[in-house]
């Protein structure tokens, strides 16, 4: 049927139908209420989340779709909703990772661009290493003390099995770095290493089977961590953590992060400057350096040289910085 002043074609009819679809929205969920917690272990897609407030149930949970491919490791504080009760056969929802106070990274090896975050919001760094069974690897220390330098974390070297071996030549190589040391013998009294790690978040890290799984045992009774032994042809140990887990520590408080054994740690993403901010003393009196100095033991007129001519920095002092900014500039070597 046609009407006056208006033509139709034998097309009219078949065009594409108007979308439907509703606009998007700009609007996103208010998770600001939501139960908050710490992440303290990641195992196959699931997390496990100490909520904040006494007496509260682990909470397991997944990442929620929003959040995409961003990761969410050991030491992260989320918030998580859904059923969060804790009991058997729940599954709540982590929607928000808060942003991080430090993380400590490490890479594959010194050529690998991609880093590999290992633990977050922890400020202490226990860098744990037998004096003997096995012997101690001063490269593969430094190397962890640089990427603990460089996540701004305060360093400490626990030397275990010392009824072995003496832990007086290791003590000298880093007391120019003025980093704690506490010496341990099986079934030693461990109260000097409470009192370092009360009220601060550490991460233990070093090789397979120089005990940090056994100190960890010794400091939490009920963490049941598994220990292994040291194959006596290779001199390594056998990897019997297999993940990171945060531990609570008795009152007076604090947490412990034990990780799995590393038998390499890439710094690919250090730079001279994040190491040189963790010596507040030098980095004030790099500020009379030429212009693009290294700071190192060819650099001409570095200010640090004229420091310790005038007797303003002790040489040892600088000596085990340069050994620091050494490691990452020179090729992997950790054994």
Avoid at 11 to 35: E, I, L, M, Q, V
Avoid at 248 to 261: A, K, N, Q, S, Y
Avoid at 266 to 286: N, P
Wanted: glycine letters at 10%.
């Amino acid at each position: 049927m046609s009407r006056p002043g208006i033509t139709y074609d034998e097309h009219d009819g078949y065009g594409r139908p108007p979308k439907r679809t509703r606009p998007r929205t700009k609007d996103r969920p208010d998770y600001s209420a939501a139960a908050t917690g710490l992440v303290i272990t990641v195992d196959r897609g699931r997390y496990t989340v100490h909520p904040d407030g006494a007496g509260a149930a682990l909470v397991t949970a997944t990442k929620a779709r929003q959040l995409g491919r961003k990761g969410v490791i050991v030491g992260d504080r989320v918030r998580i909703v859904g059923d969060t009760s804790g009991a058997p056969g729940t599954l709540a929802r982590i929607v928000e990772a808060l942003p991080r106070e430090t993380v400590l990274r490490r890479t594959a090896d010194d050529n690998d661009p991609h880093e590999r975050p290992i633990v977050a919001n922890a400020d202490q760094l226990a860098i744990v290493t037998a004096l003997a069974d096995p012997p101690p690897r001063m490269g593969m220390i430094d190397r962890i003390l640089v990427a603990g330098y460089d996540a701004g974390l305060t360093p400490l070297l626990v030397l275990t099995k010392a009824d072995l071996a003496p832990p007086d030549a290791l003590l000298a190589a880093y007391a120019g770095l003025g980093v704690d040391a506490v010496v341990v013998e099986p079934d030693a009294d461990l109260s000097r290493l409470r009192d370092l790690l009360a009220g601060h978040r550490t991460v233990f890290v070093g090789h397979s089977g120089v005990g940090k799984s056994t100190l960890v045992n010794a400091l939490i009774p009920d963490a049941d961590r598994a220990t292994g032994h040291v194959n006596e042809v290779t001199g390594r140990g056998r990897h019997t953590s297999t993940s990171a887990i945060a531990l609570e520590l008795p009152p007076p408080g604090g947490w412990v992060i034990d990780t799995p054994g590393v038998r390499s740690f890439g710094l690919s993403h250090v730079t001279t400057d994040s190491i040189l901010a963790a010596f507040d003393d030098l980095a004030e009196l790099t500020e009379g350096c030429p212009r693009g100095c290294r700071h190192d033991s060819t650099a001409p007129e570095c200010a640090l040289d004229t420091a310790v001519a005038r007797g303003e920095l002790r040489p040892d002092r600088l000596e085990s910085f340069r050994r620091m900014e050494k490691v990452w500039t020179s090729p992997a070597s950790w054994e």
